[in-house]
């Protein structure tokens, strides 16, 4: 007689939903991604690509909510990234959310120049463009000083291709360094504002960050 009710409890209850993962709780995780690393790169023929996805996800993930170091995982990458590759799309996902501004600049502009390299370029389709893009936009977003002066000059001139998605990627990628850092791009690109400002911007270098002074809105608790 108890079971109709209970049903119906089971049913009417709600899954208590928390603003963390598993993967914020790890005890060890620099030592969790190396070995799981370690599997990956020593894995046979016969794993199947998907379960090899997972786990390239896996790992990219807690390097970049942990910001942990695996310099040997960016040039695992590079064997992934080019257009025709199965599941491009998410490999440069993975490429994008294990950066952080802790990786010294050089191994991850190393990824930026393969990208660039495979992906944006004149004989490329528009969308593959379109994506490569992007995706180093999503990138440098995260570590702005693995971009430098001619490789922006090269990829901001498609701002005037034929294509409106790769326009508006191109244009995307200025307004980020607009932001970031505006001395690495041409005069006629940083916009009147940011050109009138200049003196003040201060580019942050490798390992540095920006201290407030104060909390915004602090004041209103006085």
Avoid at 153 to 179: P, W
Avoid at 196 to 202: A, G, I, P, T, Y
């Amino acid at each position: 007689m108890l079971f109709p009710f209970c049903l119906q409890t089971f049913k009417d209850s709600k899954v208590e939903v928390f603003n963390f993962s598993a993967i914020h709780l790890l005890n060890d995780p620099q030592g969790f991604t190396e070995k799981l690393f370690s599997k990956l790169r020593d894995s046979p023929k016969s794993l199947p690509f998907e379960m090899k996805i997972m786990v390239m996800n896996v790992i990219s993930r807690v390097i970049g909510i942990h910001k942990l170091t695996l310099l040997s995982f960016y040039p695992f990458l590079f064997n992934y990234l080019n257009p025709h590759q199965q599941e491009v799309t998410l490999i440069l996902t993975f490429a994008a959310q294990s950066t952080h501004e802790l990786i010294p600049p050089e191994d991850i502009e190393a990824m930026v120049k393969t990208i660039a390299n495979n992906f944006v370029a004149d004989h490329c389709a528009p969308e593959v463009i379109t994506v490569g893009l992007n995706s180093i936009r999503e990138i440098c977003s995260r570590n702005p000083l693995a971009m430098n002066s001619d490789l922006l000059k090269d990829l901001t001139e498609y701002k005037d291709y034929k294509n409106k998605g790769v326009v508006m990627a191109a244009r995307s990628l200025i307004q980020l360094f607009r932001d970031k850092n505006p001395e690495l791009l041409h005069r006629r690109e940083r916009g009147k504002f940011v050109s009138e400002n200049m003196k003040e911007f201060k580019k942050l270098q490798f390992g540095e960050s920006l201290a407030l002074e104060s909390l915004p809105g602090v004041q209103v608790i006085f």
